[in-house]
């Protein structure tokens, strides 16, 4: 039997199945977020929906939202964050449901982030609309343009982040590179196999900005291939889990939650802009001290397993 269709009494286990790793989840993911999120994955599940349906389903209730934030009424904007919240529950959803019926693909890995995106271009093109439209003059453009790059710097280096935590810390096996999906999109070909040629390339072009962002933990990522081959040592994992732990809650400030209470916050204080500055000054100050500091923790990391393997 599957997971999803256990009996209500199960259900607080089974709503734990669904998490990545309990650490990585937020206060507002653990008590709201992945509760709904599990039972709309069971509807969606009772109607036979797939994980990548249910992904641009959520899309669309997000790309919505972000049309909603065009408008200056307040009201408009509260219906465009109720949409948003929904495209967020969905975005919970769609990984709940990939797990619970053991179908998790790299493909959804891939169509989440993009649809995530898209998301948030609609959000950032319909902000600048808006304050365009209400006075601000053309330049608003190019700093809505520095906003939403900087907002895709962050979120990329923090789903990194994320997913180094699970391969060194849970011992997951899921952890590309850009060497190995390079070999696996050389064999592709846009004739017979454009849309997985697609995703893999748009995957590549993801991984490549990670690892230049961090480049230390794709160095800690070869180390432990050498050591542990394709396990990593559970002593390793209790250490990495260690040093990792103290930068969990300023790596939550450059994820969703945080950034949807920033813009909520700020349209009822009728200042939408701040919202692009904030990107560009708060959010980069931070992205910098993080990455500084999970460089450090890759190069203590790497010194420790050098260390030992040579006095071994």
């Excluded at 199960?10 to 790793?21: D, F, L, Q």
């Excluded at 590309?176 to 454009?194: F, M, N, P």
Aim: glycine share 6%; charged share 15%; hydrophobic share 45%.
């Amino acid at each position: 039997m599957s997971i999803i269709s256990q009996p209500p009494s199960k259900a607080a286990a089974a709503i734990e199945a669904t998490y990545k790793s309990r650490e990585l989840e937020g206060i507002v993911d653990l008590l709201f977020y992945r509760r709904v999120g599990f039972h709309l994955a069971q509807f969606c599940f009772r109607l036979n929906l797939s994980p990548t349906a249910v992904t641009l389903i959520g899309g669309v209730f997000g790309i919505v939202a972000g049309h909603l934030y065009f408008y200056q009424t307040l009201i408009v904007n509260l219906i465009g964050m109720v949409l948003h919240v929904i495209a967020n529950i969905f975005d919970n959803a769609d990984g709940q449901l990939a797990r619970l019926t053991n179908r998790q693909s790299r493909t959804g890995r891939i169509l989440d982030p993009v649809v995530d995106h898209l998301i948030w271009l609609s959000i950032y093109v319909h902000l600048a609309l808006r304050l365009q439209t209400s006075g601000f003059p053309p330049v608003i453009w190019l700093l809505a343009l520095v906003a939403g790059v900087s907002h895709g710097l962050q979120a990329g280096a923090a789903d990194y982040w994320r997913n180094a935590y699970l391969y060194f810390g849970k011992g997951r096996s899921e952890f590309d590179s850009v060497t190995s999906l390079r070999q696996e999109y050389r064999r592709y070909t846009w004739r017979t196999d454009a849309w997985p040629k697609l995703l893999l390339r748009l995957y590549l072009n993801a991984m490549h900005e990670q690892e230049l962002l961090m480049p230390g933990v794709n160095r800690l990522r070869e180390t432990t291939e050498r050591n542990f081959g394709g396990a990593i040592s559970s002593d390793f994992q209790s250490r990495y889990t260690r040093v990792a732990l103290p930068t969990f809650k300023w790596w939550s400030l450059l994820m969703t939650n945080t950034r949807m209470l920033v813009l909520f916050i700020l349209f009822f204080l009728r200042r939408p802009v701040w919202f692009f500055w904030l990107e560009i000054t708060a959010g980069n100050l931070l992205l910098v001290y993080l990455i500084l500091r999970q460089e450090r923790m890759s190069r203590s990391l790497i010194q420790f397993l050098t260390t030992r393997t040579d006095g071994a």
